[in-house]
């Protein structure tokens, strides 16, 4: 009897087991071509390393979370397959990356389910999207109350010059933050511009309009600006990134903290 339940048991375990690795692709050479195809969030491992092996239950519920969704999650291991690494510029373990429209992107921040797919979302889809009323702009607002998020504010053509300008620096930055593009309209009436089309960030329950030096906005003028400027006041630094904090060319002023969780007081009678 016992041996029974314990032979059910194991098999129930087995077939768990064998459910929740499928969540996750392993990949193989083949992948130096199915990457061009679709959406890959790609976790690059070595089966000695440390990190992978915490990495591994966190990276189980992310792929849960994507199931339903066009992102395929899969891993690769890197001793086997070196050649596929190098190809994507794999330089540690685990690096995780994101794939889709013949780009590859490098998750930067903590490895924790949240912050995952937190870039898959910024990541996934448009670099730059588009708000069409002050309800979805009210609505991220709302959603990156904590962060900074940038919006290109034109009335007429979107393909102005500068519109090109901001597409390319959000292709490389979307990594960080949000870009969103829309008319002057969908704003906040406070919202006073000096220029229009323009680019504003807002953060810090404000918000502030680039300035093109000399009246001629260059790919590195906003490029710099965007740099500069996408992150608040405060922003938690992590080991994810405080390389890309200190190459802002500020000063930093680091608090150090124990972060608390909040503990149930024992009810006093
Ligand atoms: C991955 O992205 C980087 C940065 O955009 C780029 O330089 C590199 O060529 C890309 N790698 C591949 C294989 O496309």
Not at 36 to 55: D, I, M, N, R, T
Not at 95 to 119: A, M
Request: hydrophobic letters at 40%; aromatic letters at 12%; glycine letters at 4%.
């Amino acid at each position: 009897m016992e041996a029974k339940m314990l032979m059910l048991g194991l098999a129930v375990c087995l077939l768990l087991g064998n459910h929740v690795a499928a969540l996750v692709q392993e990949l193989d050479q083949r992948f130096l071509d199915q990457w061009k195809e679709g959406s890959w969030l790609v976790e690059f491992y070595a089966p000695w390393c440390g990190h992978c092996k915490k990495l591994e239950p966190i990276f189980q519920q992310v792929a849960l979370a994507l199931k339903h969704t066009e992102v395929k999650v899969a891993k690769l291991d890197c001793t086997q397959y070196s050649h596929v690494a190098s190809e994507f510029d794999v330089r540690g373990f685990p690096t995780i990356k994101f794939f889709s429209n013949e780009r590859n992107y490098t998750h930067r921040s903590d490895r924790t389910k949240d912050d995952i797919l937190e870039f898959v979302h910024r990541v996934n889809g448009p670099a730059v999207r588009k708000l069409t009323s002050i309800g979805k702009f009210n609505d991220v607002a709302s959603e990156h109350s904590d962060v900074a998020f940038f919006v290109y504010v034109s009335n007429q053509d979107p393909h102005a010059d500068l519109f090109e300008k901001y597409s390319a620096v959000a292709e490389e930055k979307r990594v960080f933050t949000y870009f969103y593009a829309g008319e002057q309209k969908i704003l906040p009436q406070e919202v006073k511009l000096t220029a229009v089309p323009t680019i504003l960030v807002f953060k810090d329950r404000t918000y502030f309009e680039y300035e093109a030096p000399d009246s001629v906005a260059t790919m590195s003028s906003v490029q710099s600006w965007v740099n500069g400027e996408r992150y608040p006041a405060f922003p938690k630094i992590s080991g994810g990134n405080i390389n890309e904090m200190a190459d802002l060319g500020k000063y930093l002023v680091i608090v150090v903290v124990e972060e608390v969780k909040e503990r149930k007081t024992p009810s006093t009678r």
